[in-house]
């Protein structure tokens, strides 16, 4: 059974930054990714990542402000996220999956339980 486990999530001002890291117990999959919900929202897509790390892709809400990147020594992948805005508030879930990068969470087949990120105004 391969886990993902978040980390890093917390309280910071709005403009300010967060590193939040998803450690993986193994590799079995070639993307990893990021996913966000607030209360009362859908979970939506933030970021995804592969293997190489060649590619990557963002959600157009946090292009420019964050940037994911990935460890495989360690089978941890990053989101560093800058010019942090109270609409970035959410529980930050890390995702994999095996195949390309794509966006929607049905197609992810391990999911970590979540990191609070709260950015206040």
């Known amino acids: 059974q391969v886990q993902l486990v978040e980390s890093g999530g917390g309280l910071v001002q709005a403009g300010g930054s967060l590193r939040v890291s998803c450690a993986a117990s193994?590799?079995?999959?070639?993307?990893m990714g990021w996913f966000r919900q607030a209360p009362g929202k859908d979970r939506e897509f933030v970021s995804a990542i592969s293997w190489s790390g060649s590619r990557s892709f963002y959600a157009d809400s946090v292009k420019g402000r964050f940037t994911i990147s990935r460890d495989n020594a360690k089978n941890t992948v990053y989101l560093q996220m800058n010019s942090l805005k109270p609409e970035d508030t959410a529980v930050y879930y890390c995702?994999?999956?095996?195949?390309?990068?794509?966006?929607?969470?049905?197609?992810?087949?391990?999911w970590g339980q979540g990191t609070q990120v709260t950015v206040s105004s």
């Open positions: 193994r590799r079995t999959f070639n993307i």
């Open positions: 995702a994999a999956r095996i195949g390309v990068i794509v966006t929607s969470p049905s197609d992810y087949d391990y």
